[in-house]
């Protein structure tokens, strides 16, 4: 018996929780992590935000972000239980705009210099303390983006 979402499951008339069909494609790897994203309002379906037992049907659009980076797709079909990667590539549809914009962001860190402590010797508490909010700031901004 295969691993992949039965033939039941994509039906459109079947519903599932927004967390767990996250936890189920892979975006997350567990299903608390896709219950904090979804309660911590980086989880929006059709341009809501959602909470984690928000039920979700075939071709409703999920716009999701984890740490930096963000992703909108298109829900194509349906799985309750964790599938291998490649049947969790069939669950989903990227957007153009998505892909573009997580390339351009993925650029961007590349290219970006890495935060170091510019002072001479091992940094005291207040220098970590200080270094730490700044990089709090700066990937939040990014975040935003």
Do not use: C
């Not at 309002?41 to 972000?65: F, S, Y």
């Not at 298109?74 to 291998?84: D, F, G, I």
């Amino acid at each position: 018996m295969g691993g992949g979402a039965s033939t039941s499951e994509r039906e459109s008339g079947e519903r599932i929780r927004v967390d767990q069909w996250l936890w189920a494609a892979r975006f997350l790897k567990t299903r608390a992590l896709a219950n904090e994203a979804a309660a911590g309002g980086r989880v929006k379906v059709n341009g809501l935000a959602v909470k984690p037992a928000r039920e979700i049907h075939v071709d409703d659009v999920i716009e999701l972000v984890v740490g930096p980076v963000r992703r909108t797709v298109v829900v194509r079909a349906l799985a309750r239980r964790r599938v291998s990667a490649a049947v969790a590539a069939t669950l989903y549809e990227e957007t153009a705009e998505s892909i573009a914009n997580r390339e351009v962001a993925a650029e961007q860190r590349r290219l970006a210099t890495p935060v170091r402590f510019e002072g001479g010797g091992r940094p005291t508490k207040r220098d970590r303390r200080r270094f730490e909010s700044e990089r709090a700031a700066r990937l939040a901004r990014d975040s935003e983006r």
